[in-house]
């Protein structure tokens, strides 16, 4: 039996990384009293506020909660707070696999999420199971919104609609399970445009946050400050570039970034990212394939730098696949160059704009 007096390590909850998830407890946590003991149940004072504040923040939000879905669901739409949920996860299995099957849903690394509940025992079998997933307990909500990891540098304009994002997510996710046909036929249908330009200074503070929230699709994962990128934006020796895409469905926003280092007869590859929400597009090399064209006809060579971070061999495999070879290597920093004797077309289902 856990003892009531044990408490999460504070030190294993120190140097997270900013929250994109939180996952809610429902019974004692974010409602007061046991659904299935007494249908007439409360919301928590505060809760209310700190979901719209956390929404407005782009974080996004769940459940978790062990309990009878339907009632469950009944009473979050009574409550008018259904669609600040996605995925949620209510059922009788273990806290700690509901959250992995959130993240996998919304294809977060677990590192990000935070959990909140009121009992020690799910606390602690989420710290156990796992150690990366920041625990709070419902009795440190009042000081929820102050914590670090809680607060963006930057409010976005992606940032506040990111929810209405993965929404839309949903819905193309379940539009592609009913469709019959091949997957290019599918995407085909969507009617993307893919939009690339180079970075105004409006652009800059979602281009921070490209750099500090994209783990997976990042070939370096360096992160840039506003001030650095801003730097970069006036110097006649680098290139930032920017993507966006939108479908029928709607905006994914902005998804994509490049930093390239032009020097008189060699281009570097500083930094490519993708968002993981376009992963399954088909849209994530037109940037790098951009790239390349863009350093043909100024008739210089292509470098790129990658960096391995045990996620990111997907942006390894882009490159390799458009024809970079390594020339280099020192430590964990490979530098690789593309001949540019083979850039590939852009796909057909796929509208591309480049706004000088």
């Known amino acids: 039996m856990i003892s009531t007096n044990i408490e999460i390590s504070k030190d294993q909850q120190v140097d997270k990384k900013a929250i994109k998830c939180v996952v809610w407890d429902l019974d004692n946590t974010l409602w007061d009293g046991v659904l299935l003991e007494d249908d007439c149940i409360s919301l928590r004072n505060e809760v209310v506020d700190i979901i719209k504040t956390l929404d407005g923040r782009g974080i996004l939000q769940s459940i978790a909660s062990k309990n009878d879905y339907a009632r469950a669901m009944e009473k979050i739409q009574e409550f008018g707070l259904h669609e600040y949920f996605l995925y949620p996860q209510i059922n009788w299995n273990s806290k700690s696999s509901s959250i992995q099957e959130i993240a996998k849903s919304l294809n977060l690394s677990i590192d990000t999420f935070a959990f909140i509940d009121d009992q020690l025992f799910e606390l602690e079998e989420v710290n156990f199971s796992l150690p990366e997933v920041l625990c709070i307990n419902v009795t440190d909500l009042t000081d929820l919104l102050d914590k670090p990891e809680m607060n963006p540098r930057f409010i976005t304009e992606d940032s506040k609609l990111r929810r209405i994002m993965y929404i839309s997510d949903i819905e193309r996710n379940n539009s592609e399970k009913e469709f019959i046909g091949t997957q290019d036929e599918f995407l ?70 490049a930093l390239v280092e032009c020097g008189e007869l060699v281009w570097t590859l500083k930094l490519l990212l993708m968002s993981c929400r376009v992963m399954s597009r088909g849209v994530g090399t037109i940037m790098l394939n951009h790239i390349m064209t863009l350093a043909k006809n100024n008739n210089v060579r292509l470098r790129a730098e990658f960096v391995s971070n045990n996620r990111n061999r997907m942006m390894y495999i882009s490159y390799k696949f458009a024809g970079f070879q390594e020339i280099e290597k020192n430590r964990d920093l490979q530098i690789l160059e593309n001949d540019l004797t083979q850039i590939q077309s852009i796909p057909e289902y796929v509208k591309v704009k480049v706004i000088d």
Request: proline letters at 0%; hydrophobic letters at 30%; a negative charge.
């Open 188 to 257: 085909a249908t969507l009617n993307m445009t893919f939009t690339i330009s180079n970075a105004q200074e409006d652009d800059l503070q979602r281009a921070e946050e490209l750099t500090v929230r994209t783990n997976q699709l990042n070939t370096t994962g360096y992160t840039y400050s506003y001030d650095e990128l801003n730097h970069f934006r006036k110097s006649e020796q680098h290139k930032i570039l920017i993507a966006s895409l939108e479908d029928k469905y709607g905006s994914y926003g902005k998804i994509g970034l």
